[in-house]
């Protein structure tokens, strides 16, 4: 009988907030290819990751962490282990967690599963879009590190689901109690990429960037782009949950400085709304499911006081799908849904 499992997969978190460890953290992070890819000879950015900006970036990195830290530890790792502990417990078959970079390794976890006999496993990344840098990173190395360890493993992967209806609804369902709040504006702001992985991921080579309103102008090559992605997600949240178009906008955040990035950029807009009249702010991350420093720390924190000293009044972050009900839901039916796929091909092929 085959033996079937789920492996959450999401970015991960240094060990502790000592430098040493978010050194060691950023060093693997910021060493992965897909994420800083250039310059494309490896050994300069072995030099660029490890000798300019890990260094530098290293002790701002582990001030921050501290500023979002709990008891338990890392909120990433925290309320993803919650997620895994609830999904399991709406579940016949093993529900495993992992992390890109850091603990509980994929590696590490592969074996695990492997060695409990599991023969068909779902992989489902905890990212709603596709971006080099994090979904397909993250699928990759599950792949690359399988074939070392369980090379007959049966894997699937849960594609990105931006425009699913009902992630979409379970979006809607959990920033519902904050859009009854009295607001002026609504920002959907959502992790940023350089301008150059958007044309790179274009296998066409002849939309991103040179079609005129290329998101929003159908292409096969909206499958591996992030803003195109994105851009569908907040169009259907916004007309899901009915808003006024005049009250809401998208921006990008956590950019680095060397190139091009996705604009507008959210700090910008957290100087520019106030400005225009929007003194009460709701922020919703929808590139995120799960809190972390992002979100905690460079909105919650660092927004809320950038956007108050420009004049607004009032700010509020729109908390993540986390473990919410609605969140674990979406996650069982899927899995459900794959569960069956797997059950009616054995029926076929017996």
């Known amino acids: ?47 660029l990751v490890n000798g300019i900006i890990t260094p530098f970036r290293s002790p701002k990195s582990a001030h921050a962490y501290t500023s979002v830290w709990t008891a338990e ?14 999904l399991q417990q709406c579940l016949d078959l093993p529900v495993e967690l992992a992390m890109n ?20 496993l779902l992989l489902f990344p905890q990212y709603p879009h596709y971006a080099m840098s994090s979904w397909e990173t993250v699928v990759a190395k599950v792949h690359r590190e399988a074939a070392k360890i369980a090379p007959d493993m049966k894997i699937q992967c849960v594609q990105p689901y931006f425009a699913d209806d009902d992630y979409i609804a379970a979006l809607v369902e959990s920033a ?18 350089p301008i150059r992985h958007l044309t790179k991921a ?66 910008y807009e957290f100087e520019r709304l106030p400005k225009i009249g929007k003194k ?21 924190m660092q927004g809320a006081e950038a956007y108050k000293a420009a004049g607004g009044e009032w700010f509020e972050h729109i908390p993540c799908l986390n473990d919410q009900p609605v969140w674990i839901n979406f996650l069982t039916q899927r899995v459900q849904r794959w569960e069956q796929s797997i059950v009616e091909k054995v029926a076929v092929a017996e």
């Open 280 to 300: 009460r702010l709701l922020v919703i991350t929808p590139a995120f499911v799960t809190d972390c420093l992002e979100t905690l720390e460079e909105i919650q």
């Open 176 to 193: 519902r109690p904050y859009l009854t709040k009295p607001h002026d504006h609504l920002l959907f702001s959502y992790h940023g990429l």
């Open 1 to 47: 009988m085959s033996q079937r499992a789920v492996l959450l997969l999401n970015l991960g978190s240094p060990e502790s907030t000592s430098v040493p460890d978010v050194k060691r953290y950023l060093r693997e992070f910021l060493g992965d290819d897909r994420v800083i890819d250039r310059p494309a000879n490896g050994f300069l950015r072995w030099i």
């Open 101 to 120: 970079y850091g603990n509980p390794s994929i590696p590490d976890v592969l074996h695990k599963i492997a060695a409990s006999g599991v023969d068909h």
């Open 202 to 267: 274009d296998s066409s080579h002849a939309h991103c960037q040179m079609v005129a309103d290329c998101c929003n102008t159908c292409s096969p090559a909206h499958s591996t782009c992030y803003k195109a992605q994105v851009t569908r997600t907040t169009q259907a949240f916004a007309k899901h949950a009915g808003l006024d178009p005049a009250k809401w906008s998208m921006s990008f955040q956590s950019r680095l400085v060397g190139e091009p990035w996705i604009s507008p950029y959210t700090d």
């Open 73 to 86: 530890g890392s909120p990433l790792i925290t309320i993803s282990k919650h997620t895994q502990k609830k």
